[in-house]
């Protein structure tokens, strides 16, 4: 999401990193167009009927980037600053993210232009369930299937689904992912971002020289990624937690928090804040602290080329989306921190959604332990592929995940060939 005044364009960029790795593998010509440009586009102008009888014309976007290797998967996002130009570039990035996991997807997003938080629940439904028939021409468990993303949730996949339905007059559970239980999701979504990249981590960790029990963990964003993975740390592998925070602030403890009675907490008073026995560290202290695993979980640009020479981690887990700027990118990789990117360390999310769409699309649902050994076994593959890719090229896990992943397209491009 641009920052604020921001003069950064996000779909520039997007191809600008297109373009670093075409450059190292030398890849030129139509097939880095292709790379660089998004397939198909929707912009559709709509009105919703607002609660008080009057209507008013929201704007949307649908952007399928890339379906070399499969119908596009990505999110719909519901906030004032949804610009084409964003909802490209996210449209790109979820090509990366399916394409380094080795999902059999291609990348798309979808926003519209609104404030949600001064949206009633009617309206909301109302302005969904118009949208989802603006872009029905496009989406579809074959074509596109978006999922929730920045305010909006299970209800808001439930709306499109039932809209969808309705429009064939049939139940196509298939056309989104992120859906209730009840409605076709799948087991483990909920849990499936954190726990994929605790594997992540787990994998990582003997190459960053890190042994993970009793290893110091900061999570900054306690919220449904950052908690998770903070509970499968400590759970799983004996991690001992000494920080977390939220929007209004952190606390530490060096001794170790249990994550559990912090989300306790969290769930009582709203905020990790005056959690028993644990000292406040604010979130740019938090980012500092001398730990092993320091898990990003919030915001974008959190790691920047201010701070990146104060980051004292061994391993920073990019849990949030782009937490970490490109300048920050190299001064991390001189001082030989770790970095799990985000295309990587987030992808169980995206992962358990393709194991929802298969189960929506057999009628044939897996039981709990079944998703969790499946996203273990795509996530350490994932990992290892990566991992290769750096220490072959000598490049960091960033660049490297992008070179497995633009491959992977570019192989399904070449052989396709070109039509007609
Ligand atoms: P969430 O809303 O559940 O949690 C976000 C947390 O960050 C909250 O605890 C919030 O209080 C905290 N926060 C907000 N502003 C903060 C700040 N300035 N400093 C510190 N903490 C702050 O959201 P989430 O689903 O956990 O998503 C977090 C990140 O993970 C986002 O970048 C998202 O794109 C990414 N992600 C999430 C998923 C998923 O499946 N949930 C998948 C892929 C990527």
């Not at 952007?63 to 990505?74: I, L």
């Not at 029905?136 to 920045?150: L, S």
């Not at 701070?307 to 001064?331: C, F, L, R, Y």
Request: charge should be positive; proline fraction near 6%.
């Amino acid at each position: 999401m641009p920052g604020e005044g921001a003069v950064i364009n996000p779909f520039e960029t997007a191809r600008k990193q297109i373009d670093i790795v075409c450059d190292l593998l030398k890849i030129n010509g139509g097939t880095r167009e292709i790379l660089k440009s998004p397939k198909r586009e929707l912009t559709v102008n709509f009105p919703v009927r607002m609660d008080d009888g009057s209507y008013k014309v929201f704007q949307g976007h649908r952007v399928q980037y890339n379906m070399a290797r499969g119908p596009t998967k990505g999110g719909i996002r519901y906030h004032p600053q949804v610009t084409l130009d964003e909802v490209r570039a996210l449209a790109a990035w979820m090509t990366w993210k399916c394409a380094v996991v080795n999902l059999p997807y291609g990348g798309g997003k979808g926003g519209v232009v609104c404030d949600p938080k001064h949206l009633s629940q009617t309206e909301l439904e109302r302005l969904t369930r118009r949208y989802a028939v603006e872009i029905a021409p496009i989406i579809g468990p074959e074509m596109d299937i978006p999922a929730p993303d920045v305010y909006t949730d299970s209800q808001t996949m439930s709306w499109i689904m039932d809209t969808y339905s309705m429009m064939k007059g049939f139940s196509v559970p298939g056309v989104v992912t992120g859906k209730p239980i009840s409605l076709g999701g799948s087991e483990g979504r909920g849990e499936a971002t954190g726990r994929g990249c605790s594997y992540v981590i787990r994998e990582a960790a003997p190459h960053a020289g890190v042994q993970m029990k009793g290893a110091s963990v900061a999570v900054q964003g306690f919220g449904n990624a950052g908690s998770v993975t903070a509970k499968l740390l400590h759970d799983e592998q004996g991690a001992k937690i000494v920080a977390v925070s939220d929007s209004r602030g952190g606390i530490t403890n060096p001794a170790g928090l249990d994550p559990h009675k912090v989300e306790a907490h969290k769930v009582k008073t709203g905020s990790v804040l005056g959690y028993p026995g644990a000292k406040p560290v604010s979130n740019t202290e938090i980012l500092e602290m001398k730990v092993d695993v320091l898990v990003p979980a919030a915001l974008e640009n959190q790691i920047t080329a201010k701070n990146a020479g104060k980051i004292q981690a061994k391993i920073v887990a990019e849990a949030a989306n782009g937490p970490t700027t490109p300048d920050a990118d190299d001064i991390l990789f001189a001082k030989k921190i770790t970095v799990l990117p985000d295309i990587l360390a987030n992808a169980g999310g995206v992962t358990v959604s393709y194991f929802e769409w298969a189960q929506d699309i057999q009628g044939f649902f897996w039981p709990l332990d079944e998703v969790n050994q499946r996203l273990e076994r795509v996530m350490v593959r994932a990992y290892g592929e990566v991992h290769k890719v750096a220490v072959e090229r000598k490049v960091h896990n960033r660049t490297a995940a992008y070179v497995v992943a633009i491959q992977r397209v570019v192989d399904a491009i070449k052989v396709r060939g070109i039509f007609p």
